[in-house]
């Protein structure tokens, strides 16, 4: 089977989250860490890990199967970063949405800001990701952002709408998905919205996402990442509309994630 089509991509999801608005902490490792992280981060993670929360580590692939092997049967739930828009073929270097599932992943982020940009990802490109990771049981952490260059032209929520609603118009009424608000110019750079511009944002996401299914706009979990850590984690997570995070390079400091994690427990 190559790439879906579009017409053919619409899908229900055969897994359930555990309860409406979950709250999450994405721990998203990028192309750092190694197994020494793996075997130090994940046991302690494990110990701190609560229902109220749920906690996930997105390793870099190489390390998803040790990343599952010290997750089993704890409380962590572990996904990849990345999943290809096809079920299998000639893609060296890719893996699809069926592999993850085979080895227990609960979710991928698909539409990363990186991904858009260094790999040229469209809009259609990261919405038959989404429908392909829902079609295998696994749940798509979704990314939308916008760029400095967005906002300070005022197109913040012209540009986040787009992106959303290609997504969108695959789902099924009972799609289990969860977004991730990342604004480019706050990844990486030490910057990030203040909890008042990311609540706006992720209050018009809903508005959004009501839109196409009125439950989704109280239902869908939507994160927020670019530059979380622990010092600002608290008052971003304290956002009525804002669930949790997709953390990045604090993540990789087993204490520092644990400390945000405790921040999302409020």
């Known amino acids: 089977m190559q790439a879906m089509d579009m017409q053919d991509a619409t899908v229900s999801c055969p ?5 409406p608005r979950a709250r999450m902490v994405v721990a998203n490792w990028k192309m750092f860490g190694n197994l020494a992280l793996c075997r130090e981060s994940l046991p302690r993670l494990a110990d701190a890990a609560n229902a109220k929360v749920e906690l996930v580590v997105c390793p870099p692939a190489p390390y998803l199967g040790e990343v599952g092997r010290l997750a089993n049967r704890s409380g962590v739930q572990y996904g990849a970063q990345d999943v290809a ?5 000639a893609r060296t270097g890719e893996w699809s949405a069926d592999m993850l599932a085979e080895l227990g992943c609960r979710y991928a982020i698909v539409g990363h800001s990186e991904r858009r940009d260094r790999h040229r990802e469209c809009n259609q490109t990261v919405a038959v990701k989404a429908a ?13 952002g916008e760029t400095m260059e967005d906002r300070e032209s005022g197109n913040t929520e012209a540009v986040l709408a ?6 969108l118009q695959l789902m099924k009424k009972n799609a289990v998905f969860v977004l991730a608000y990342e604004p480019v110019w706050a990844i990486g750079t030490g910057l990030a919205a203040t909890p008042e511009m990311a609540q706006d944002v992720h209050a ?6 009501a839109l196409f299914v009125p439950e989704w706009g109280e239902s869908v979990t939507i994160l927020y990442g670019g530059s979380v850590k622990a010092d600002n984690a608290a008052s971003l997570f304290a956002m009525p509309d804002i669930d949790g995070g997709l953390v990045g390079g604090a993540s990789l400091n087993v204490l520092d994630l644990l400390s945000i994690y405790r921040s999302a427990m409020i």
């Not at 828009?85 to 073929?89: L, R």
């Not at 392909?132 to 939308?144: D, E, H, L, R």
């Open 15 to 19: 897994v359930n989250i555990a309860a």
């Open 85 to 89: 828009e096809v079920t299998h073929g």
């Open 132 to 144: 392909m990771c829902i079609a295998a049981g696994v749940i798509p952490i979704v990314c939308v």
């Open 204 to 209: 018009f996401l809903r508005r959004q996402l």
């Open 162 to 167: 787009k992106q959303l609603n290609a997504i």
